[in-house]
């Protein structure tokens, strides 16, 4: 054994260099025989530590040296440290030694490939290390002094739960996280604090909750004891533990299991057991009457279900059971003796179910058991219904192209005072189009002439002038984008409707007083209104596997500009869909659509010379159009099941609706003071239901 004597006080006159080089060569000297050695310890042989003040990075070499370690030393690692031990130690403990007082001093020894790197603590997490999992001997394989990060995967506890109560055990400069995907721990400090962690977790992670108890009622309801035994255990304050906010394992959970009409119970320890049950064995007694006897007029709340739909339904229920009944308890009898007994399990008016609908509740006379059998139905029955979000995108897109060309001309035939004179010419159309309409217009000047370029010629007869040509040009064009998005929503099974147009009268009968002597007979019209423009009609039923079935008429209809003064009625041009579909939830389907593509062509000429090339275009007038138009359904059914759907729907279409509002507010204006359109409030999230929809 030998003795490094490397005391390097601030007064001494051996240089920090000679203890370096003597170092060096300890280390270099390799194994000798004791005899050669001359103060060199041999590899693997005790050594006595005595440091005072020395500085860091000569110790870390010399710990490099006498343990074969490859160590360098950050450049912000600065200062001295002491160490020093009273008897000889192994180079392995001398090396741990040294990693404690660094870890005294804010720095620490990070493992990386081969490579120790002294570096400040803070930067430790960041500069690589091990990386283990909550293995007891993975952990005791690495220096107690050094970084891990170290990952601590939970069978029964919440791991958000265990970040307050560990956190002020782990070193400010190290850290602690949470997966909450596979409930674990991720924490990267000492790995003797590790080792402790570990301990305390693995005491902290254990089952709070008790296995799971069946507890089979004799009297009372499982559906309606539950959720009163709950609201008793929670105002108790026991139906959870201090600090276990959003943690279900520290719960007291019931719930009801109709079939067989009893409690499912798990909750977090034997006394909250005992504490259920007490309270169940309470409640759970026979009903009794004014007599003692046992009373057997129900009353049952529907939450979802209409009464008097739901009683109809179970009195149709209980009259084919007991028909059923009868006629397998009876044996045959002959002729009308059969029919009577099963005429006589019809049940009488009102039955054993009567609905009440101001309170929206039935009333049941039955026995017991027979109750018990109708709640399970009720129970079944009563479940919130899944609403259908319909939206639906109508497009329809025209295009429109006319053309005209044709010229006229008008001639007189012979000299002024002839007592015969002829006419020659040609004239198409009628009113602004035809030249002889225009003539003896001009001559009152009330001449208009038809829409489109025209050119012509006027001839002076006697100071008047006479028009004798005219050439017209016309081409026109039009189009039209059509886009109707009715949107609905309706229960499951419900159907819904939606109008958006006009309500338009229709004549469909009159009578007057003609031939008749003065006010013996009133005359009158009858009129008949349909509703003519934009029209959505569906019903739902979605199915198990989440798709809907929907029976659609889709309607739209116009009233002709043309027919609306004629003294029949106006004339509406309709198109109709009728279909069933099934569709999954949230896509789209197309429901149909129109196609079409008309043309027209329409051409006055006479004969033979408008047959001429180029020069019959003087004899003759043409006119051409086409019309294209297509229209196309879309539909996109969107299952609503609860609540918070409803209420996310219903928000977004309110911000929609809110922020066109905010859009079309008024341009600020000093000259005219009005500078702000309506707007609705803002409304959000679980406030909705408790803000005015309209500011007072």
């Known amino acids: 054994m030998k003795q490094i004597p490397l005391n390097t006080p601030r007064n001494t006159t051996i240089s920090i260099a000679v203890q370096i080089c003597l170092v060096l060569a300890m280390g270099l000297v390799g194994p000798v025989s004791q005899a050669q050695s001359t103060g060199a310890p041999q590899k693997g042989e005790p050594i006595t530590l005595n440091f005072s003040n020395a500085e860091i990075e000569v110790v870390a070499r010399t710990m490099a040296a006498i343990t074969g370690r490859n160590v360098v030393v950050d450049p912000r690692v600065k200062g001295t440290i002491n160490l020093v031990s009273e008897k000889p130690v192994s180079p392995t403990v001398a090396y741990n030694q040294f990693l404690a007082v660094l870890r005294l001093q804010g720095y620490t020894v990070v493992d990386a490939a081969g490579l120790d790197k002294v570096v400040p603590e803070a930067d430790a997490k960041l500069q690589g290390g091990s990386v283990t999992l909550a293995d007891p001997s993975a952990t005791e394989r690495v220096t107690a002094n050094q970084i891990v990060t170290q990952i601590f995967k939970l069978n029964y506890e919440t791991a958000a739960n265990l970040v307050p109560v560990l956190r002020p055990l782990i070193s400010p400069n190290n850290t602690i996280n949470v997966n909450p995907g596979n409930n674990s721990l991720i924490i990267t400090d000492y790995a003797d604090n590790l080792r ?33 035994v709950l609201r008793l255990i929670e105002s108790s304050g026991a139906g959870g533990a201090p600090g276990a906010q959003g943690d279900a394992s520290f719960r007291t959970t019931l719930v009801a299991e109709p079939r067989s009409n009893a409690l499912i119970l798990r909750a977090a320890n034997p006394a909250r057991v005992a504490l259920v049950k007490s309270l169940i064995t309470k409640l759970d007694r026979p009903t009794s009457g004014a007599n003692g006897a046992a009373g057997n007029i129900y009353v049952v709340y529907l939450k979802n279900a209409d009464a008097t739909k739901l009683a109809t339904t179970l009195r149709a229920a209980i009259s084919s059971d007991a028909r059923g009944g009868a006629a397998a308890s009876t044996p045959p009898a002959a002729g009308g003796a059969a029919a009577t007994t099963v005429a006589s399990s019809q049940p009488s008016t009102g039955g054993q179910i009567q609905a009440d609908p101001s309170t929206n509740a039935l009333i049941i006379t039955a026995t017991e058991p027979q109750y018990r059998q109708l709640r399970a139905v009720i129970d079944k029955l009563d479940g919130r219904r899944a609403q ?16 005209e060309f044709g010229i006229q001309w008008q001639g007189p035939i012979g000299k002024d005072g002839d007592s015969v004179i002829g006419l020659l010419g040609t004239n198409f159309g009628t009113g602004g189009k035809n030249i002889i309409d225009l003539a003896i217009k001009a001559a009152s000047r009330e001449s208009v002439p038809g829409r489109g370029f025209n050119f012509g010629a006027a001839q002076n007869i006697n100071g008047v002038y006479v028009l004798g040509f005219l050439g017209r040009f016309l081409e026109e064009t039009g189009s039209g984008n059509v886009l109707s998005t009715p949107n609905l929503l309706t229960l499951d099974n419900e159907e819904a409707k939606i109008v958006v147009g006009q309500n ?43 798709s809907i079935r929907l029976s659609v008429y889709q309607e739209v209809s116009n009233v002709l500009a043309s027919t609306v003064s004629n003294s029949s009625g106006p004339t509406t041009s309709k198109r109709t869909i009728e279909s069933n579909v099934i569709v999954e939830d949230g896509a789209i389907v197309v429901l149909g659509g129109l196609l079409q593509d008309e043309y027209v062509g329409g051409q006055e000429k006479v004969p033979g010379l408008g047959d001429v090339p180029f020069l019959g275009n003087l004899f003759k007038s043409e006119t051409r159009s086409r019309k294209k138009t297509n229209l196309m359904v879309f ?54 239901a408790t803000q005015p929809l309209v500011k007072p």
Do not use: C
């Open 196 to 228: 402790r962690m570990g301990r305390i977790i693995a005491a902290l992670d254990v089952s709070n909750a008790t296995d799971i108890e069946i507890i089979p009622l004799q009297h009372a309801i499982a559906i309606d004891l539950a959720p009163l």
């Open 388 to 403: 259908v979000f319909m939206e639906s995108l109508i497009v329809e897109v025209s295009a429109d192209k006319a053309a």
């Open 504 to 546: 338009v009268p229709f004549l469909t009968g009159q009578f007057t007083n003609t031939g008749a002597s003065a006010g013996s007979v009133n005359p009158f019209q009858t009129i008949e209104r349909k509703d003519v423009g934009l029209t959505l009609k569906f019903k739902p039923q979605i199915s198990e596997n989440g």
């Open 635 to 688: 539909l996109r059914p969107t299952v609503v099941r609860d609540a918070q759907a409803t209420l996310q729907l219903s928000q977004d279409r309110y911000d929609q609706m809110r922020s066109g509002q905010r859009e079309l507010q008024p341009t600020p204006s000093l000259m005219v003071p009005v500078n702000e359109g309506p707007q609705l409030p803002a409304v959000g999230g679980a406030a909705a």
